[in-house]
Structure formats: C-alpha cells, structure tokens
C-alpha cells in the first residue's frame, strides 16, 4: 500500500489595470491532491517460475487519484472585453476551484507457455469532476453576437472507460509478437449555453469503443509490422438543436526496417487513414500516407547519409476537421506539408592516447 498526497494551500492577488479602473482578485483554497500513480494498493497472487526467473501470474492493483484546479484570475475580473464585438468576454467573481476523482482497476495476468509467454491486462477507470471550470456562452441569433463567460458546473463530467489487452510472443526465436487491445468509454461532458437566454447546462453523452491488432516480426536488424485500428462513436444530446453523431475512423498501416549489403538501408511506412458517417466531405475522407527513408554507410568510414520524404503521395491538407467531446467541429492550421530532408552525419570518437590515473581526467566527444 503506497499513497503520496499533496496539500496545497493558495492565497492569490491579482492586481489588474484597465481603462482607468483598478480592479482586485482574491484567491483563497486548501487543495488536497493525489497525483496519478502516486497512490497505489497491490496484490501480487501466484507465484510462478520461468528461465529460472520467479514472477507474479497475478497482479492487481487499485490505483487512486486526485487532481485540482484553480480558476485563471483573469477570468474572475469583473469587467465587459468587447474588442470583438462578435465574441464579447464577461468575468465571473464567484470561481470555485475544481475537483477531479479517478480510479484505476488494474489486473495483469502471465501465463508461460513453454519458452515464450501470454501476457494479458484489463482496466477499469472511473473519473468524476466537481465544479468543472467550462467556457459558456450566450447566443443571440438576431444579432450573431456571442457573450462568453467562465463557469462552475457541479456535476456532470464523468467517464467510465473499460480496457483490454492480450499479446503473445511466440516464434522458435520468439521472433514474432501478436497483440489486441479492446475498449469502451463512456463519456458524459457538460457545459453552459443558452441560445437567446440566459445559459444552462447542456450536456452531451459519447460512446467511444476501440479496436486495435498488432502482429511483428523482427530478427536481427530486420523487422516488418501490420497495423490496423478501428475507432466508432456515437454522440447524443437532449439539447433541442444538437444533431446526433455517428462516426468511424480506422487505419491500416504496413512498416518496416531493413538492412541491405554495402551499408545501405531502407524503412518504410504506408497507412490508409479513413473517417466515415459525419455525412460531410470535409470529415469523410480516405488518405493513404507514405514515409520513407533511404541510409547509406560506406564501410570502413565514420559518414551516414539518410534521405527522408514525408507524405509521398501529397495527401495532408493544411486544414484538419475534427471533432471534440460537445460535438463541434474544430479547424486545426498545423499540418506541415510533403517535404524531403538530407541528413547527412560523422560520427567522431576521440580518446586519449595514454590513460589517465585519474579517471576524472579521461574524455571523449
């Protein structure tokens, strides 16, 4: 049983200067937080034995954890920032420091089978967030005009999400290596809007399940491996203009890294990726991305040289429609485009002739 909590004791000012009016922001609080995997209660079950080695078939463990947040300052100064006359940005004095609970349930379990080994983990996790710190706002459809404002939401914020993940090493060198992982998240998100009125909470329920399989092979220098992933969600709200979301995203990548005679090298990696049931262009898309690269080494020498290219086939916009927990659509300008990059390299290893008695003395670049 290991815990390491922190406690925080906080007492802010915040002078701000504006338009001629000082204004002032008190901040008081005793935080308790518990920081991921710094709290722990483990059982190890059934000892076993492998190359002579001795291990737990069973682990489980519980791992708690408690996060805090304290409000921006900024954002409890009572005043009215109109600079966009479309966006207009209001304080809010009464911020309460927000809480964040999760739990792990983890389980681990070994089985040797012959020289190679079955590793399996599954994980349950629990959060729940208490007076989450969310960003409103009031729409006024006349006037196209949005009144934001920080808000406390009590509840309303959670996610439970189960996960599994079986993997098998097997091969008469152990050379090849299959593994699954399975999950499912739900995921209840709330904030504040109000469309012609003053904002209420709204809250938005996601379904999120995911697939994923593995399988490489490596000997020596040599490895190639296949990937595939399969991403579904399904996004609902009680809020009269929401529109329910049904999406999938999946990728199929091949990679590998070879060596080839006379110092030359090749690695390599091609993935589909593919997004259906958003029901608009933007968002349904298939892109097939290549990467490469090419090495030389002449022997006997301390030169590398690498030639890479990025995005061969030219498919990575520099606009990214996504998707977020409330179901909006989100445009990302921070995508760098296909490019080809020489590398080239000297490798230079310098010690001294004659050792030194003092090792303190001894060097090398």
């Given amino acids: 049983i290991y815990l390491n909590p922190y406690l925080r004791i906080v007492d802010r000012r915040f002078d701000y200067f504006r338009n001629n009016t000082d204004h002032h922001v008190d901040q008081h609080a005793v935080l308790v937080t518990v920081p991921e995997f710094h709290g722990r209660v483990q059982f190890n079950l059934s000892q076993g034995e492998q190359n002579g080695r001795k291990f737990y078939r069973h682990r489980l463990t519980f791992l708690p954890g408690i996060t805090s947040n304290l409000a921006d300052p900024v954002k409890m100064i009572d005043i009215v920032d109109d600079n966009d006359p479309m966006n207009i940005w209001t304080g809010n004095r009464n911020l309460k420091p927000s809480y964040r609970y999760k739990g792990f349930i983890q389980w681990f379990l070994t089985v040797p089978i012959k020289n190679y080994t079955f590793n399996n983990f599954m994980e349950f996790v629990y959060s729940y967030t208490h007076n989450e710190l969310v960003n409103g706002y009031r729409y006024d459809t006349s006037t196209g005009v949005r009144t934001h404002k920080t808000y406390n939401v009590p509840s309303g914020n959670t996610s439970t999400n189960i996960h599994v993940q079986p993997s098998l090493q097997f091969g008469n060198k152990g050379q090849f290596t299959a593994s699954l992982f399975g999950g499912v998240d739900f995921i209840e998100s709330s904030d504040m809007i109000g469309i012609n009125a003053d904002p209420v909470k709204s809250q938005v329920h996601t379904v999120w399940s995911v697939e994923k399989l593995n399988f490489a092979w490596q000997i020596g220098k040599q490895s190639l491996s296949l990937r595939s992933e399969i991403n579904s969600r399904h996004t609902t709200s009680e809020a009269a203009d929401f529109k329910a979301i049904t999406g999938t995203h999946s990728n199929v990548s091949l990679a590998g890294n070879f060596t080839l005679p006379k110092g030359f090298g090749i690695s390599t990696d091609f993935t589909v990726y593919m997004r259906r049931g958003y029901g608009s262009p933007e968002l349904d ?38 998707v977020n927990s409330q179901g909006r659509t989100v445009v990302w300008n921070n995508v760098l485009p296909r490019y080809f990059m020489l590398h080239v390299q000297y490798k230079l290893n310098i010690q001294p002739k004659k050792k030194m008695a003092d090792n303190r003395y001894k060097w090398s670049h």
């Avoid at 890479?308 to 996504?322: P, R, W």
């Fill in 285 to 322: 898309t298939t892109d097939p991305v290549m990467n490469m690269r090419l090495s030389y080494s002449p022997t006997k020498t301390h030169w590398v040289f690498m030639l890479d290219g990025f995005d061969l086939f030219h498919q990575l916009s520099n606009v990214q429609y996504t």
